[in-house]
């Protein structure tokens, strides 16, 4: 269907956060079987739900259609980087 492992990365992310089909399903508002069909690459996720998904895994599109993805990516684990804004050291 597509030249990327789209099926195969969310199979993996799922995985790492300890989620079944059903589970995964759930979150997001659609059939286990849709979950399914994601991971075996029969069908991709729309736009809505595949935006869900980069919530719940904490990625980007990019990640979840573009990137291949191994076992022990780091990049996936569940360690979250927020930008926040500069303070300033003030002692007494």
Not at 65 to 89: P, Q, T
């Amino acid at each position: 269907m597509n030249t990327y492992v789209t099926g195969a990365v969310i199979k993996r992310l799922r995985e790492m956060k300890n989620l079944t089909q059903v589970e995964l399903a759930e979150k997001i508002g659609v059939s286990s079987k849709a979950v399914s069909k994601w991971e075996t690459d029969d069908a991709m996720p729309e736009m809505d739900k595949a935006l869900e998904l980069c919530k719940i895994f904490n990625c980007t599109l990019d990640n979840l259609f573009r990137d291949e993805m191994s076992v022990s990516d780091e990049k996936y684990s569940n360690l979250r980087i927020e930008m926040v804004k500069g303070f300033r050291y003030i002692s007494h």
